[in-house]
Structure formats: C-alpha cells, structure tokens
C-alpha cells in the first residue's frame, strides 16, 4: 500500500502490520479547553498504544503564540491525568525526542524549509490571504482550508521574487502535481484524495517564520519516531498533504487512525459554544472520572451505556475493528445523568 504523486512515493505502513515498537502521540493545541470530544480521541490513543504496549509522546501544538492560552497547556496535562490517560515522554517529563513544546522546535521546522526549497519542492509566495496566517493551525473543515489556491506565485521569475522580497518576506508553499493520494486508514479503511484538486500548493511557512501545522506535524511526527497518528477525522484530508510532506522529505509516514467526531445536539463538530461539555465543567461539577471514561468507551461502542471504569480496564482486547465508525452525539440529558443528583 502507498500512494503516488509525480516524483514521490512513500509507504504507509499497511492497517493491520504495526512495527514492533509502536509510538503513538496526543497532540493537543493550548488554545481551547478539553472537550469530550478531544477526550474520546485521547482515550482511543491511549488505548491503541497501550494495547500494543508501545509508548505514548506527548507534544504540545503551541505553534501560534498569540492564540495560546496561558495556563492551558497545565490544564489540558492535568486533565487527561485525571481521566488516567498517562504518557511515557512529554514537556514534563522529558525524554529522548524532545522538546515536546512546538513553540520550542522552529529551528527543525526551518531545517526541512530548507531541505524543500534546496529539492525545488517549496516556492515563495508573496499573497497576503487570510489563508496562509490561518496555516499554523490545524484545519478541522474545508472552512479552514479556505479556497484551492490558484497557483498565483508558483513560476515568478528569480527577478521578480528579489523585488517582491525587498518590500517583504515571502511565505513557503509545497508544489503540489496532480495526482491522488491514497492510504489505508485503521478505521475509515481505503482513502484517497487528490491535493492539487481541493487545496493546491499549500503553506508550508508563513512570512512571520511560524511554521504551517502541515509542516511542523510532519516534521515531529517524524522526528518524534511516531508509528500510529490517531486523531479526530475532520484532519482526515490533511494527512494526504502531510503524506506528500513525508515523501518530500524522505521520511518514513506512520499508519494513521482517523477517530469519528463527538458532534454536539445540532450535528455540529464540539467547539467552545457547547460549553457543557468541557472536561473541566464536568469535573468542577463532581463527576467521577470513570464515569467519563464509561460513557466514552460506550459512544465507541467499546463498553455497554452506563459503564463506569477505568481506562486500563478497557486495554486488553482493544481493536480497531471495534471502534464503532459513525460521529457519536452524547446527548445532554445523557451527560446530565454524570452529574450528582442527576
Ligand atoms: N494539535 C491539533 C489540534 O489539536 C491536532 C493535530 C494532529 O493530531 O495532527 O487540533
């Protein structure tokens, strides 16, 4: 199983052959407070790595200074220690692949720039769209991705970008050829998707020097020896532009598990305004962490409704096959039933 696209390929692991060392990774950003939703994500992550009694990373996507919420970052760690969803590396206990802080790895990002635009493979790009200073956040909708880019900047003469560059620096963009990517997702099964039709030559760099997230995931995931990326499934067509990354940069791409959504009462994906279900309101509120993790498992289909346990009992036998695939709703009156006297 690989894919193509002209001039590169590269060879996923195959679903169902893990390497024998797994490394798996949460990769939260500290710039919103935990919902269900990322919870549900963590705990499958979690799950999947200690099933395959591998290691978990944990690294820090503070890619954004301005967006980062002090004392978040504290929180988020705090919290999924609560829900007893532990790791093995991280900024607070160090280890062999560090940093595991985003904002504290820019030196490598700007190193595989370089490796990019010495291979021909990035081009400058002096558009100012709201698009390219959006790039250092991942996108969870088309929404975020905005429209396909039309290529504005890709052949400027060598005259043109020495002029351009004297009023201001450039951002970085990834030549995209055409061509589909396919891969084969632990739970969506066969992917294929076609970069160049639905987002173009995408940021890898902002002019600022903030990396893309396309770029910095690549990179860390890479660099950190991650095996299984598991995450929510609106970055399901974001893993085809970080496939085209891995080639371009010669570096090996882990399989990936794309986890179904929580979405909210209106179908919506879980953001801020469904308040309710912050991991801190429910704990604020007395709700036992194993009543959390109980009505996880069961919206994954991996625990009868109304289960309360501990992650680590929810280990021996996890699979994907087991993952039911559709987005789960967690109704509020469901939710209200955690609370005590509810
Ligand atoms: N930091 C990203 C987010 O919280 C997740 C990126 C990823 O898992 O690749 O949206």
Not at 135 to 159: F, K, Q, V
Not at 212 to 233: C, H, K, N, P, S
Not at 285 to 295: C, K, Q, S, T
Request: with cysteine; charged share 20%; hydrophobic share 40%.
């Amino acid at each position: 199983m690989g894919y193509q696209s002209e001039g590169l390929t590269a060879t996923p692991s195959p679903a169902g052959t893990l390497p024998l060392t797994y490394r798996g990774r949460f990769a939260p950003s500290p710039t919103g407070p935990l919902h269900l939703g990322n919870a549900r994500t963590a705990l499958l992550a979690w799950l999947a790595a200690r099933s395959a009694r591998g290691a978990l990373v944990m690294r820090v996507e503070d890619l954004d200074p301005p967006r980062v919420r002090p004392g978040l970052e504290a929180r988020i760690l705090d919290e999924l220690r609560w829900l007893g969803l532990g790791w093995d590396e991280g900024p607070d206990l160090g280890g062999g692949a560090g940093p595991y802080r985003q904002s504290e790895r820019g030196g490598r990002y700007q190193a595989a720039l370089d490796r990019l635009q010495q291979a021909g493979l990035a081009y400058p790009c002096f558009c100012s769209r709201a698009e390219i200073a959006a790039a250092s956040r991942a996108p969870h909708g088309p929404a975020d991705d905005g429209p396909r880019y039309p290529g504005t900047c890709r052949e400027l003469t060598a005259a043109e970008v020495a002029r351009r560059s004297g009023t201001r620096p450039p951002a970085w963009r990834l030549r995209v050829e055409p061509g589909a990517v396919c891969f084969d997702d632990a739970v969506r099964g066969p992917c294929r998707f076609e970069p160049a039709v639905a987002t173009g030559d995408f940021v890898v760099m902002r002019a600022d020097g903030v990396a893309a997230y396309q770029l910095a995931v690549v990179v860390d995931d890479g660099a950190m020896g991650i095996t299984e990326v598991v995450r929510g499934d609106d970055l399901l067509p974001s893993t085809a532009r970080q496939l085209l990354l891995y080639a371009a940069l010669g570096l090996p791409a882990p399989r990936f598990a794309h986890v179904p959504l929580v979405v909210g009462e209106d179908g919506e994906r879980l953001a801020k305004r469904h308040r309710a279900l912050s991991l801190s309101e429910l704990r604020e509120a007395g709700v036992a962490p194993g009543a959390v993790v109980g009505l996880l498992a069961a919206s994954c289909g991996l625990a009868p409704a109304g289960t309360r346990c501990g992650a680590e009992e929810l280990v021996e036998g996890f699979d994907w096959d087991r993952v039911r695939p559709g987005p789960a709703q967690l109704p509020p009156a469901l939710l209200a039933g955690l609370l005590p006297g509810g």
